[in-house]
């Protein structure tokens, strides 16, 4: 007789040593257990710091002791890493049956491994038959007059099948729902595994109703297939306790560019530090002001670490490592400088946490990294808003969606508490609202469109498995992505080697301004330069440039620029 699913979730529990299991998740396992014969699609919403990834493990075990597959999809990568120590301190795998896969990082190759982890990028490719192994051989073949490949076909069936046979797991799912072509992207996928009885487990502690309801209505169809999770904080009445007794004041802040405004966060530092709030997390929206900020206090403190997504995957990898070391002395001081790259699922806590304005739900993550642990009780927390950004854009979100987020929480923060998705009536303590209101309210404005052509353009991949040319074309035709609006595009500068990603409209800029002045190509015997003529290259817009470099074998471009371990990339000639 096969084990069940509560039998892996106890496995695991004792792996971990959990003494005090949670309620809500040992409910979760039990409900997988009845219905995941007859599901297909499993969507379970639980807070930030409830332990979601506790149920990827659960997964992972049930794949490595039955001979299953898993894939795990998750969007950032310094959570992948944390996600990939849990599992294997959970289990005692070997490496030939858990791997990852993203860019530079090779050990699942094509997804195969039994239980890969990997981003939701490579996910999509490799699903459509474009492995990142073999796309560069494939789209050199596409032939744009006809559309058609001359060439090899790569490992196509082999991609796709790997994907297909998987159980997936999509961890900080509510990052997809903030852009149509994501959006549609999920709904494809969720589509495609119910049409091939394939299960998918669907994770996130902030998934807005407008996003629920795009889900269930373009699936309508398939409701008998679907099996949701929604977390009732009266289910685990000790965490309910716990996040209600923490203590904490919200300020919310007006700051202008024009001045020193990196000396206005300093000063909020400096008074905190002075009254026992030493671990400090400060987020903002843009590279360029983090480690601006960063390079202003990094002596001023102890223990100060910069983390965003334009350094080398080595030095990635090294700061990755020196948070773990911080997490494990849970009262050493520290301050952590950062981007959108610490706020989903990386499991850090601090007891002042200090972020520039963001969408609510993005907010909502930022907050699952302030007194995130059961012991922490009292911090303070700073929000604050640029008041000299104008245009339809807050930085890099959208600006009715941040203006939204501000305008309700200067409303009642006072009441708001940003740890749990509701607050029952007559619980007694100060913050008598969750977030769960906060989050419906501002995404109620977001126009969540599923583009239902493309979404079915993309299904007709798979009535045609022996022609490699269409997932080619429509990979083109969007501009390098399943998932993006827009590419990200490799880049270097002199003194380094590794390629760093930044954005299409960055790269563009740099472009324009003439920053951008060699390429570095697979030649017959290695990596040759190049140089470029910018006035004879027309590279304006995203279906151009993904041809230009998947066409001519471009590992990156080299641009004006500067490159530290401790800084990152800094670019010249282009907004940040």
């Known amino acids: 007789m096969s084990e069940s699913l509560k039998d892996f979730y106890e496995k695991l529990c004792r792996a971990h040593e959990y003494t005090d299991k949670r309620p809500y998740l040992t409910l979760v396992v039990e409900e997988l257990d009845g219905s995941w014969s007859d599901k297909?699609?499993?969507?379970?919403?639980?807070p930030t710091g409830y332990g979601k990834s506790s149920i990827t493990g659960t997964l992972a075990l049930k794949a490595y002791e039955e001979g299953g597959k898993l894939i795990v999809s998750l969007p950032m990568r310094t959570l992948l890493e944390d996600q990939f120590d849990k599992i294997m301190k959970s289990v005692s795998i070997a490496d030939a049956v858990i791997g990852k896969r993203y860019m530079h990082e090779h050990s699942s190759p094509y997804l195969i491994k039994p239980i890969t982890l990997t981003t939701i990028d490579t996910l999509s490719l490799t699903m459509f038959g474009l492995a990142p192994e073999d796309l560069d051989r494939v789209v050199r073949g596409w032939r744009e007059s006809t559309g058609t490949i001359e060439g090899t076909l790569g490992h196509y069936l082999f991609s796709w099948s790997n994907v297909i046979l998987s159980d997936l797991v999509l961890d900080e799912v509510h990052l997809l729902s903030d852009e149509t072509r994501s959006l549609t992207y999920l709904l494809?996928?969720?589509?495609?595994?119910?049409?091939?009885?394939?299960?998918?487990?669907?994770?996130?502690?902030?998934?807005?109703?407008?996003?629920?309801?795009?889900?269930?209505?373009?699936?309508?169809?398939?409701?008998?297939?679907?099996?949701?999770?929604?977390?009732?904080?009266?289910v685990d009445e000790k965490f309910l306790q716990n996040r209600l007794n923490k203590e904490y004041g919200i300020k919310l802040k007006h700051l202008s560019k024009k001045d020193k405004w990196w000396e206005e966060i300093r000063s909020w530092i400096r008074e905190e530090w002075d009254v026992g709030y030493t671990r400090v997390l400060t987020i903002f929206n843009t590279v360029h002001e983090a480690i601006t900020f960063y390079d202003q206090v990094r002596n001023d403190f102890k223990n100060v670490l910069l983390i965003h997504s334009r350094f080398t995957e080595s030095d990635k990898k090294e700061k990755y490592e020196m948070l773990k070391m911080l997490r494990k002395e849970r009262k050493q001081e520290y301050v952590i400088v950062g981007t959108q790259s610490v706020e989903a699922g990386l499991d850090i806590s601090s007891n002042l946490l200090i972020t520039d304005l963001?969408?609510?739900?993005?907010?909502?993550?930022?907050?699952?990294r302030f007194l995130r642990y059961e012991e922490e009780r009292e911090g303070m927390a700073y929000?604050?808003?640029?008041?000299?950004?104008?245009?339809?854009?807050?930085?890099?979100?959208?600006?009715?969606?941040?203006?939204a987020t501000f305008e309700y929480i200067k409303s009642g923060y006072a009441e708001l508490n940003l740890h749990i998705p509701g607050v029952p009536d007559g619980a007694t303590c100060g913050r008598t609202r969750g977030y769960t209101e906060l989050i419906n309210s501002v995404y109620d404005l977001l126009e969540a469109e599923v583009m239902e052509r493309e979404m079915d353009e993309m299904l007709r991949v798979f009535t045609d498995l022996h022609?490699?040319?269409?997932?080619?074309?429509?990979?083109?035709?969007?501009?390098?992505?399943?998932?993006?609006?827009?590419?990200?595009?490799?880049?270097?500068v002199e003194g380094i080697s590794e390629p760093i990603s930044i954005n299409f409209h960055i790269f563009i800029e740099l472009w324009k301004s003439g920053s951008v002045k060699e390429l570095v190509k697979e030649g017959e015997s290695?990596?040759?330069?190049?140089?470029?003529?910018?006035?004879?290259?027309?590279?304006?817009?995203?279906?151009?440039?993904?041809?230009?470099?998947?066409?001519?074998g471009i590992r990156s471009f080299i641009i004006d620029g500067e490159y530290s371990s401790k800084l990152g990339l800094r670019v010249r000639g282009a907004a940040e």
């Open 40 to 46: 297909n699609v499993f969507i379970i919403e639980a």
């Open 188 to 234: 494809t996928l969720l589509k495609h595994a119910i049409d091939n009885d394939q299960k998918v487990v669907l994770m996130s502690a902030t998934m807005p109703q407008k996003f629920k309801d795009v889900l269930r209505n373009t699936l309508y169809k398939h409701e008998d297939k679907i099996k949701w999770f929604e977390f009732d904080p009266q």
């Open 358 to 368: 963001a969408p609510a739900h993005t907010l909502v993550q930022r907050f699952g």
């Open 383 to 403: 929000i604050w808003i640029s008041d000299d950004v104008s245009g339809d854009r807050y930085k890099v979100y959208d600006r009715k969606l941040c203006d």
């Open 467 to 492: 022609d490699v040319s269409k997932p080619v074309n429509i990979f083109f035709k969007y501009g390098g992505s399943f998932i993006r609006e827009s590419p990200l595009i490799p880049v270097q």
């Open 526 to 552: 290695g990596l040759v330069r190049e140089r470029l003529d910018a006035g004879r290259i027309n590279l304006y817009n995203a279906e151009d440039i993904v041809k230009f470099i998947y066409k001519r």
